[in-house]
């Protein structure tokens, strides 16, 4: 089936520092998302791509979807205590399996304050 | 406006025992979904729903069943818990249309089974 290959699977910066993650696929997607979990809660949506080479920003992040359909990255400017948590990508093929997103297996970040 | 709720939120078992775990959602969503979450597999589907009375297996769907009676339900059961069943379940949801733009999840129900 369809996988999703993301990296780093974690990093620990220091507060300040930037953070690039990304994700790659051996298929092509119509839709990227990325997500974030905090400690004790459920995935929540940052940011959402439809077009390829789209480029969006939500605040301190910005993400990117890959002109080949096959990847994204998502970039966290200026870090701070709070962007703590795990971030996952995830890629949808609206119209097939019911568009079921396929996720990465997260990137777990740290921010040493 | 609650939107996705899992209960219970922590449960212990034994090896063998049964039980279920409740997904309600109050956003009126056809599509109903339940993962699990293991260290490092991130997020793994197990079974899902398009809609009342439809359910269909997922990527992980074994030791496994679910049933939607209600739109607003999506039940997942544990016949006989094994402790390879000790994970953290994320029920999510969303509408036909809005497939694209995501899912909503709930917090979690934290599983172990000893």
């Known amino acids: 089936g369809q996988q999703l290959n993301q990296s780093p699977q974690s990093m620990f910066i220091q507060e300040g520092e930037d953070v690039s993650m990304n994700c790659t696929s051996s298929s092509i997607f119509n839709t990227w998302l990325w997500y974030k979990q905090e400690p004790g809660e459920g995935p929540v949506l940052l940011i959402a791509?439809?077009?390829?080479?789209e480029l969006t920003s939500n605040g301190r992040l910005t993400a990117q979807f890959g002109i080949t359909r096959k990847d994204s990255f998502l970039n966290i400017s200026a870090s701070i205590p709070s962007d703590v948590g795990i971030y996952f990508c995830?890629?949808?093929?609206?119209?097939?399996?019911?568009?079921?997103?396929?996720f990465g297996k997260g990137t777990k970040l740290s921010v040493k304050p | 406006n609650a939107g996705v709720t899992q209960t219970p939120k922590f449960r212990v078992l034994k090896t063998g025992q049964s039980m279920t775990l409740l997904c309600a959602q109050d956003?009126?969503?056809?599509?109903m979904y339940w993962y699990r979450q293991d260290p490092g597999m991130g997020l793994r589907l197990i079974h899902y729903?398009?809609?009342?009375?439809?359910?269909a297996k997922g990527e992980v769907p074994d030791g496994y069943n679910v049933s939607r009676l209600k739109k607003q339900n999506f039940l997942l059961g544990l016949e006989s818990a094994a402790p390879s069943q000790t994970s953290v379940y994320f029920c999510?949801?969303?509408?036909?249309?809005?497939?694209?733009?995501?899912?909503?999840f709930g917090s979690g129900t934290r599983l172990t089974v000893v």
């Open positions: 729903s398009v809609g009342e009375g439809t359910t």
């Open positions: 999510a949801s969303t509408t036909r249309q809005g497939a694209i733009y995501g899912y909503t």
């Open positions: 956003m009126n969503h056809e599509y």
């Open positions: 791509l439809y077009k390829a080479g």
């Open positions: 995830a890629g949808q093929n609206y119209g097939g399996s019911q568009g079921n997103l396929i």
